[in-house]
């Protein structure tokens, strides 16, 4: 098929009622005008001639498919968008939790030269919401740069950035970073100095 075609196999009416038990029916007909202008006016004398049968347009066919009109489409997306959100936090997560624990060393040589542990503490959280600041707008950049190579190499695709999720994205990768920190960094600002100096 050439691209862009929506049908992907061709078959005959009959033959595809049986095989799918709607003999004698049919789920939709699409008529293509060969003036686009036309589109009410042919919509009215379809509708004059077959009232018992809804008819749109394309778009207002089109407008039906929303996540409004289709709830399994709605089901489905939270689950999606609530997967994203859990993976998105572990991976943060771990990852802050992993970056402080491979700073005890340094830690120690702060809390030698008298460091507090809440100075040390305050030094990891502000760098790890600086990291997720930076990071958030990294990803966000990055899904423009995304949209750029989708729109060159699959047209037919399309792609919606979301600004609302921003503010909530930014949130959960400041959640995870600073739950990522937050623990490691306590216990290692408790060490002792000799512990700390020697932690691998």
Known sequence: MESGVLSRAFIDLARLQDLTANNGRLS????KLTDRSRTDAAKAELKAKLPSFPIYSMQELISLLTESNVPVLRTFTRVIIAIGI?????????????????????IGILKALG????F???CLLRETVLLALVGSVLGIGMT???RGLIRAFAPMMVTVI????WPAATAIAIAGALAGALYPGLRAARHDV???LAYE
């Open 28 to 31: 939709a007909i699409y008529v």
């Open 86 to 106: 859990l993976v998105g936090f572990l991976v943060v997560f771990l990852s802050m939790y992993r970056a402080v624990l491979e700073r005890t060393r340094e």
């Open 115 to 118: 460091g507090s542990p809440w």
């Open 120 to 122: 040390i503490l305050n």
């Open 144 to 146: 423009y740069g995304a």
């Open 162 to 165: 979301v600004p609302d999720w």
């Open 194 to 196: 000799v512990e700390a």
